[in-house]
């Protein structure tokens, strides 16, 4: 008999959001491959400019890698923290999880943009808007794969040194 669900592991759960993960990751390219498919069938042009929501989201998963989650769940409520220096004892993670933070979001809307700006642009008609909207659902897919990602990094017991 199965465990109800309330009592699977924490590695399980961890295994679970990793494969999510993985999967909507491959699923975006897949999207991106499809739509490419479908431009070159109607003769449009699919240049750079479309592959630039994917690259800027990988890129955002990259830095999402890169940040201290743990940093920042904890709570720094003083000035010091919000304005990047703390007493002695401040080591300065949490100003640079919330940077890290900050650019990683900032280059998964800036790849959103692009593919909001590329399918009402170029694909605006109703007859092949495929293109368009399948670049609008890679970024969508690679940000929940991102945000998985890092909900499966915050269920990470607490490591003394990770390096």
């Known amino acids: ?7 699977i592991s924490r590695p399980q759960v961890m295994g679970l959001l990793h494969g ?5 990751f491959a699923m975006s390219w897949f999207l991106f491959a499809d739509g490419a498919t479908f ?3 109607a003769q449009k042009k ?9 690259l800027l ?3 955002m998963m990259v830095l999402m890698g890169l940040v201290n989650v743990k940093a920042l ?3 720094n409520d003083d000035d010091a923290a919000m304005f990047g220096g703390g007493g002695p004892t401040d ?4 100003i640079r999880a919330r940077v890290f933070f900050f650019i990683a979001a900032t280059f998964g809307l ?3 943009s692009i593919a909001i700006w590329k399918m009402a642009d170029t694909y605006n008609t109703s007859s092949d808007s495929w293109p368009g909207v399948a670049l609008l659902l890679q970024t969508l897919c690679m940000m929940v794969s991102s945000g998985l990602l890092v909900a499966a990094r915050m269920r990470r017991p607490q490591e003394e040194n990770p390096f």
Do not use: N
Request: aromatic content about 10%; some cysteine.
């Open 1 to 7: 008999m199965q465990p109800p669900l309330t009592q």
């Open 20 to 24: 999510f993960s993985g999967a909507t």
């Open 39 to 41: 431009a070159a069938e």
């Open 46 to 54: 699919f240049v750079f400019v479309m592959w630039l929501p994917g």
């Open 57 to 59: 989201c990988c890129v």
């Open 73 to 75: 769940q904890e709570s």
């Open 91 to 94: 080591d300065g993670d949490g």
């Open 110 to 112: 800036a790849g959103m």
